[in-house]
């Protein structure tokens, strides 16, 4: 009898027992390269996706060449691909359905979860059966609509299942339909003792001015250790291993035109959790936007104006100097600049307007600091005050080289953090989502003003966490954690997925194998 062979992304995507076949992971797999003396193997490919060039689709692939027998083979893959291929072999599924009669009136759409051809449902078996003759793919989720009228049913969706969305009350079936393919016995057991997440930080090793640095980074993957989550620190070249991972943190300046927010969205587009998540960048790299949003929701910021090409002649009677200039998509300081009179507003005005059609023009605030209020899914978790550079009006000072001097950072307990400064920090955070944020705040006599939410924030050993210690980054951690507990909690997952279908579908949605 030739090896079995189930090849899953991570070695903890497969939580059941391995008595009678070896489990391998991907990379692994990919790895140990083409044998040609060794006979054809039986592969089941269980990773958690297939679409073209991901590593589910590599693995089928080099089973292919390398003469093993791999399921779902490259050929089932492109079909599941297809959508006129699925049109075609949907309305054959149709047939198998009868009016499934003990299915309430009120219930007009379902999902079924088919485990190599299995399924619980009796009134769906032939369905299932049938559905795994015709795409070989070992785990699928179908979706099903009750037909116009009310006295049949009709598929509308079909698509591979991930092995970790297969919900624990479902293991019995799932191991029946896997020993039947596999010609083997299994039984049940307890979850794998692998780490609890495997989480990616984005980081780039070369980034003078990064949002952690390296001794940062290396005492989180300390502290994960210790709370049972591995913690890998990927790069940009990294892209592909992506869905490796559970969950994606950024710890790069993140911009749109860049490689942070193609990881953001993959990681989006994929179901992990992820900070910065894309509509956060999106969001908080613009402070065009920023000013809208905050003055339209009456939070108070500094008096400012729109710059255009066309406005700037005319703009010297809106002034009062000195005044700030930035450029929206701009990060560090480095697209902020002071001008004291209308001769420096027009040559800064004038170079600005070469990297954006609209410039803001914003009233200048002096303070000894700023507040930076570091904000997760709307709760307080830091908080510090940003110094001026050498009582200078920035709290980082670039020169012309490329070099830079920053005041120092003092941080401060949450809990003698000013309440006029908290709560307007909390306010601009719920404004952009509900992930992690610095919010940066100016106190003056006159009261305290935003002056923008960060996406991103800094967050350094010694800096922002020498009030809060290593509590902060096990803050972290824990809240990666509960997100990833909550994508494979039974039931979540249902209702995610059933939102994605839309109103129509997930009207009256009932759960028969998901």
Not at 347 to 369: C, G, H, K, N
Request: net charge neutral; glycine share 6%.
């Amino acid at each position: 009898m030739s090896t079995q062979l189930i090849i899953v992304e991570k070695r903890s995507d497969f939580r059941w027992p391995d008595p009678d076949a070896r489990v391998m992971t991907a990379q692994e797999f990919i790895a140990e390269g083409s044998n040609p003396f060794h006979r054809p193997r039986k592969i089941v490919n269980l990773c958690r996706s297939y679409g073209y060039l991901s590593i589910g689709y590599y693995v089928s692939l080099l089973a292919e060449a390398r003469g093993d027998r791999v399921t779902p083979n490259v050929e089932t893959i492109t079909d599941l691909q297809q959508k006129t291929v699925h049109a075609h072999k949907l309305a054959i599924l149709d047939r198998c359905l009868g009016p499934l009669a003990t299915v309430p009136r009120s219930v007009n759409a379902m999902r079924a979860q088919i485990f190599f051809g299995q399924i619980e449902d009796n009134d769906l078996a032939e369905m299932a059966s049938r559905s795994f003759e015709m795409f070989r793919c070992p785990l699928l989720a179908i979706d099903l609509e009750r037909s116009e009228g009310g006295d049949g049913w009709k598929v509308v969706n079909l698509r591979p299942l991930d092995p970790r969305d297969v919900d624990i009350s479902r293991d019995a079936i799932f191991l029946e339909g896997l020993g039947k393919f596999a010609r083997r016995s299994w039984r049940a057991a307890p979850t794998s003792s692998g780490p609890r997440m495997d989480l990616a930080i984005l980081h780039d090793p070369k980034d003078p001015m990064p949002p952690s640095k390296l001794k940062t980074l290396q005492t989180m993957i300390r502290i994960g250790q210790s709370m049972d989550i591995a913690i890998e620190l990927i790069e940009k070249k990294d892209y592909s291993r992506l869905t490796q991972f559970d969950a994606l943190f950024i710890r790069e300046t993140t911009a749109i035109s860049h490689h942070t927010f193609r990881f953001a969205r993959k990681a989006t587009n994929e179901g992990m959790p992820v900070i910065d998540d894309p509509d956060s960048i999106l969001r908080c790299t613009n402070k065009a936007f920023l000013a809208e949003l905050l003055t339209g929701n009456q939070i108070r910021i500094p008096k400012t104006l729109f710059l255009t090409r066309r406005t700037l002649t005319n703009f010297e009677g809106n002034l009062s100097y000195p005044v700030v200039l930035k450029v929206p998509d701009g990060a560090f300081s480095l697209s902020v600049k002071k001008a004291e009179n209308w001769r420096e507003f027009q040559e800064i005005a004038s170079l600005m307007l070469r990297q954006s059609d609209i410039i803001l023009v914003q009233e200048f605030i002096y303070t000894p600091f700023d507040w930076r209020v570091g904000i997760l899914a709307g709760e307080v978790i830091f908080a510090a005050k940003y110094f001026m550079y050498a009582d200078n009006w920035q709290i980082i000072q670039h020169d012309g080289s490329g070099k830079y001097v920053e005041g120092r950072t003092q941080a401060v307990a949450v809990k003698d953090v000013p309440r006029e400064v908290l709560e307007p920090a909390i306010r601009a955070s719920r404004l952009i989502g509900n992930g992690l944020y610095g919010v940066d705040l100016k106190q003056t006599n006159a009261g305290v003003v935003v002056i923008e939410v960060n996406d991103n924030p800094n967050i350094d050993i010694d800096m922002e966490d020498a009030a809060a210690g290593e509590g902060l980054y096990r803050t972290l951690l824990r809240h990666f954690q509960g997100l990833v507990d909550a994508r494979h909690r039974p039931g979540v997952l249902m209702r995610t997925e059933a939102d994605r279908i839309g109103p129509k579908l997930s009207s009256g949605l009932r759960d028969t194998g998901s």
